[in-house]
């Protein structure tokens, strides 16, 4: 436990989905073929990169590459893999551009035991030192990513112990979020850290295949039946012997699941720790209701992230729920944004009223999150346009005022608009008649319902609170390395 | 007026749109970019193809090929247009396919009174004989598209008139459908068929360029006000001395807008005839209720097609809405499907139930219409296996009965599940507990509850009815030209 | 005859390849693949645009776009042919630009009495008399090209006749450069013009197929056997009832073919009018000895165009061929040209001298034209700064005076180096030491040697000479219509 | 010293091109601009992947792919390079296929000292030994090649030493053959190994610029003039204070500069150890022809390889050197070969004969190795078809019989067919009237020749003779690491 301290922030963030799957018998597995559809299904998690590799007869396969899993692989791409028993596959955000090629997972890198390829999903609080250690020690390193020195903590481990061992071994001295989808020419070996920042779950399909995934809607995609979320801690290996547990590090810490994955990253179909992610939406909006009701005509989310929250002011309000903003579907990577002179009009392009919804009505707009501000003063502007006589913005969240290290891109205080600006202050740089976040109290009500579902539970909600499961990195590598 | 003859169907149909724009000054209009913007909005009208014309200093410059806006147009052919102070755009629906390319609008021809550029939406009855004329003329075709057609009998008029004049004594000689766009070097000029089967309507914007497009959501993504719909049988003219109108083919025909646009094709936000898309499909939803009420715990639409007339129908019923079915916004023009052996699980990839709005619970499903019901019955498995105790089907339209032969896709009887099988049969296909549609009569209430709105409007529900307002397609070429 | 207006240049030269099969069984021919090879083996005729359109029962698929064979077409796209007994292909010459794509060919249009497919070689001279009458008659026109006149003159005549009886009938109307192959559902019409000034050969395969080429190199690669070329003015019909030939047109002009097809387009392993490409290059190499002799140590030819002279002037002089120039041969579409500041060094980019070849010797540099000399003074400075002590520059052609008419894009006199400028002029801006081109009496004699070779030959050297074989344009379209 | 053992393949031969550059200024330097029209030069040496890496206010920017210079890199990739003063680029030899990318260079890896960029050309002998040591000591490795293993020995150094004394102790630990160009942050590095297998030269531009490249014709590319080869065992610096030498590693071994540069690899244009590249090729054709003469009326080359040694031929036996063969220039990587069915006609398509050369000649055919004798025997034939009533084949350096260890992908004895078949054999094979290959004794007449040029030198001959400079590797990796 430890208190926010304004100078630590690594600056690179991410949030990520992992995908692996492991068959006993390699013939007719198409383990390239499932990892797609797997990371197709995980892709809101990460549009920046992605990658899939397969071992098949004692070698790796991996092809990765900037871009989504529909851009990076194509039916030759994949027809190139060998049919093998055991994938791993990625999927990464951020920001785009192909000098962030090298940062592509997974990581597939050969040591004295063999091979080993490796998908991470997480940020690392002891990153710098970590490296620092392992470059006095004479690694070389290929990327910026926390996941290549995972890779090599885990080869220095595997030096002198098995493969699983080598990862129980590194484990305590990996401080932070990770859950981790690890394969050698023979096994798959899936992980989640002591705190359980990330979730992570695995099932099976009616031919036996294993399969695990940052979340269960990949599972549903690919036709296999959740079984369990991995424990906090917990190790799970995949191999020829069947499927084992290896619990040492369960419970050597508090569960503090990222509240932000209900709130805002995973998708509604999921249910994480047993608690259905639309579900837990709904609430959030039915919270919202609760402690900033407003009179009002109409009840909107903005598309997509907005709505679930919205359904559930609606209810909860007695207000009826409104398509009030449409989302042009059609925006692809190669659409040209319009020149600086026209840059207003953006948001009309991708965003666009439903003006029998809007005019002469009071409004209320949901959505989960404002960050900078910029983009919701725009709606809100339409919103009065198209005639909304008032317009009463919800958000379904608190206010960020804690940057995260535990792998989103929550990014640092003095970025995020709720740190900078009082509550009335920022009502006004969005032009809205009403402003209301859901209380911090309301989220850890939330998180408690949710919590009320598993054991022994708990969240992390660092973001709003600053109250951090750990100790934060002290300091940040000032040279970024391309 | 025409009752419906079994064998009469081109195969051709089609759904396009329209986008123009007109300035009096050419400097600093960038008129392709324009275009690009209007288009864009008006994508879902057309996603086979698309083009943009651009008239400057006497020469018309076109571009146009199979793809999304996005696709076919980047910065560098943008950058290729010159500035020119007409322009014509079109997007296209169809098929994929690069034989198709040669069917791509606008059109440009040249004659001997200069160049000319055509964007068309609609179909003609009388393509086959007007074909057959033109080429005992001495005409030869390069396209499949009456559009082409079109373009020789203006030309034919040309030979003897100005353009104004041409298009008007064309316009008798053309039965069935056209909005159309035309472009001289120095003129542009829109016009709509006497019986108005398609939309088209017209505004300005601050700058004082007049825009021409099929919705007005076109309009509003340029920045342009909406000024009204172009009467059924109007020329409008827009040239250096301004814009007149031409009126003297209004009223020769009843008004029979397409139904079908409010139903299905327009955007939610565009208004026609001065009736919100949207809100038409709050009441279908709304009549559906009256009409097919159920005892139910939440409404569901069939993403995106259906969520309008769901939240109509959950309005009018009392029924919560919910966000049931989850659509994966990442698939692309080069997602994989799935092989033969794994196409059950299609529906999965695109479509996944939301469990925790459906488990336990007694759905009322909500899409606008069932072609040939297998995907209908795939959803409908999907959300049994979530845990739905009854799915109640409900559809926003009536049955389709009959082809159209004014420019969508409704294809031949013979195709249509509705012609081949009763209702009770339809609903053991999709495996529904209930089943039901849209009534003609409600229908024809929804489109009199429109046309309420306007003077003395009509609509044309032939693909319901069989009751079709124009001559239909005595004969169909049988040798398909590519 | 007729002797040069200045005024007269048209501005919209082609040099073109076309290629033809016929087949009189459909099953297991793939026509489609055969035109790539063929076309491929002509691409040195053309790279700005390629196109093959195949007939299947009754319908006629073409593909064609902007690029050389190997871009525009893939496996894929090939595939999309369905198997067809006819094929006619083309590739197109001239600048790069999208725009061109609506100019690629074969033209595919659709008439009363079917569909036709037509490639053309050459240009008319009276391509703007014939349009203007088509356009008073109500034609219409969707390119710029010759080609999609000769197909309405064809059409027109059609109407009232059989497509062989038609062809036999345009010829006469159709003044200039042609070679065609024309293609409707059932035939292959082969044609050349009566002065036959672009070739056009035919051969047949060991499996039966005829095959109709530019050049009887692409006969080499399908695997044909050469049987000899159409003669001036002849139709050569390909049905089911075998070949027949009409040669009603033949002998009505004197033979007139273009003698820069040797000297400069067509592929140096091609026979043309029973002469050999290569050797008549040699020839005129030896035709240069003697013309212009200088004392010199070494040889080099100009890659490609200008190593066959430079080793028929090294056999004729004495003196030594060497390897003087090196080519980039990586060099591709998608090459980054240096940035203006860089541009000095751009021809080392492509060509970069053998300094052992040149250093301390004096160089005789052979290239087949001149024609602004910017290139030419560039590799002379080239050659100095490796040593060379002494440049000759030889061009084996006459020096261009007269634009070309028929096909070539020989361009208006303006802006040929040898219209505006002295011997001792060009000498001067090359750098070079002394400068010879084959006079234009050798140029006769060159063309008198081949023509000894078949009957009663003759040759045009209008660019040259000025002695045009027709009466040239009248006047040319200002408008350019893109 | 060492003879062949005939297991000892390691499967994994390369040749490659390595370019640098170095300013002392940053600013206005287009240091990747640089890189490209470099590599681009040198793409000879390498078509299977490229890539540049650019340092710039102490980051270092890399990208690499896959395909030709032209193709990895565009507008738009370059312009994302910052301006810096250091860059090191690549271009990779091999077979195609994108599993490969992860063995694009140059390497950049992060260690404790700062980051470094790293391009190889050659073949490390104890690459397998070396990469167990360091994998026992912890290291793990991302890709398959020797270089990665070169970046880690260097940075085992770099812990206790700065960089120029790790490269520097580095050296006597790496066995085989290296030309290597490092970049530092602040410091480029240029190193060959102590034998001098591979060439390595530097020069300077007029703005003072540095530049190292494989070959001398990269210097000529970006306008730099050659200052000298970098000795044997050099290390050379360039940095803020200049350029210095350091020699402690020179003549430590004897010089053995692969005799294949002269004969093969190297454009002809280039000057490697003070010998012009061409002139060796012409006396190749000279040993050839005093060796094996014959009665014959043409002599000529295989394009592009052999046209060098056949002019040799040529002048040195006084038959005319003729143009034989015609090969496509327009073939591209997307060139879809023919179906096994046609296969045979494949040569028909990239090499065509011209007859006028051939037809009742005795035609002698140069080229500069047979590898497996297909090709060969094709040529043979299509020469026959053509007329030819002679076939002399004449190979210009000596049979292959020992594979090569140091960078060249001279393949195992068992592939070669010189290994496996007698001279009179392999004439059979291939079809020719009579076979000469140029002799060991005159191979290595041709290196004392070019040795004689500069002061001690010597030459590897080990493919011909068998005699390896250094211990050959002693087994290899079985499993493949993709």
Do not use: W
């Not at 031919?207 to 979340?215: H, L, R």
């Not at 998180?447 to 750990?470: L, M, N, R, V």
């Not at 940040?476 to 391309?482: A, D, G, H, L, P």
Request: glycine share 8%; with cysteine; charged share 20%.
């Amino acid at each position: 436990m430890n208190s926010y301290r304004p100078a630590a922030d690594s600056g690179l963030h991410e949030a990520c989905g992992v995908f692996a799957a492991y068959s006993s018998q390699q013939q007719d597995f198409n383990a390239a073929s499932m990892a797609y559809y797997g990371l197709y299904a995980l892709q809101h998690r990460g549009q920046e990169a992605c990658g899939i590799a397969v071992a098949s007869a004692g070698a790796i396969r991996c092809h990765k590459d900037s871009g989504l899993v529909s851009e990076v692989f194509n039916s030759r791409e994949l027809a190139q893999y060998p049919p093998g028993n055991i994938t791993v596959g990625h999927v990464r955000y951020g920001t785009t551009g192909s000098s962030e090629r090298s940062n592509a997972q997974p990581i597939v890198v050969r040591h004295t035991r063999g091979a080993m390829a490796l998908s991470h999903n997480g940020n690392l609080v002891n990153a710098s030192e970590l490296r620092q250690q392992l470059e006095m020690n004479g690694s070389i390193f290929h990327s910026s990513t926390d996941s290549e020195i995972i890779a090599h903590v885990i080869n220095q481990e595997a030096l002198h112990h098995d493969i699983e061992e080598a990862v129980s071994r590194a484990m305590p001295r990996l401080h932070g979020a990770y859950a981790l989808a690890i394969m050698t020419e023979s096994k798959l070996i899936a992980v989640r850290d002591a705190h359980g920042f990330r979730p992570l779950c695995y099932g099976r399909t009616a031919e036996g295949i294993y399969v695990v995934a940052s979340e269960s809607c990949a599972l549903d995609a690919v036709g296999a039946t959740f079984i369990r979320d991995l424990l906090p801690g917990e190790i799970l290996i995949f191999d020829s012997k069947g499927v084992h547990t290896r619990r040492e590090h369960c419970n050597s810490q508090p569960h503090r699941l990222c509240v932000f994955e209900f709130i805002y990253f995973a998708r509604p179909d999921s249910i994480i720790e047993g608690s259905s992610v639309h579900e837990a939406r709904l609430r959030a909006g039915a919270f919202l209701a609760q402690q900033h009701p407003v009179e009002a005509d109409v009840v909107i989310g903005v598309p997509d992230s907005g709505i679930d929250a919205a359904i559930g002011y609606a209810r909860a309000s007695g207000i009826p729920f409104g398509n009030g903003l449409l989302k042009n579907k059609y925006i692809g990577r190669t659409f040209i944004s319009p020149t600086q002179s026209d840059r207003e009009d953006k948001v009309r392009i991708k965003l666009n009223p439903v003006p029998s919804t809007i005019r002469n009505k009071r409004v209320v707009m949901v959505d989960d999150s404002i960050v900078r501000g910029t983009t919701c003063a725009r709606i809100v502007r339409l919103l009065r346009e198209a005639g909304a006589k008032e317009v009463h913005m919800r958000v379904s969240a608190p206010p960020f005022l804690y940057p995260c290290f535990y792998g989103t891109d929550i990014d640092s205080s003095e970025s995020l608009i709720a740190y900078q600006h009082t509550l009335e202050e920022i009502r006004q740089i969005i032009g809205a008649d009403s402003l209301g976040y859901l209380s911090l109290e309301n989220a850890q009500h939330l998180a408690q319902e949710i919590a009320d579902k598993h054991a022994d539970g708990g969240f992390c909600t660092a973001c709003f609170s600053g109250d951090y499961p750990t100790a934060t990195p002290l300091e940040t590598s000032k040279i970024r390395f391309e």
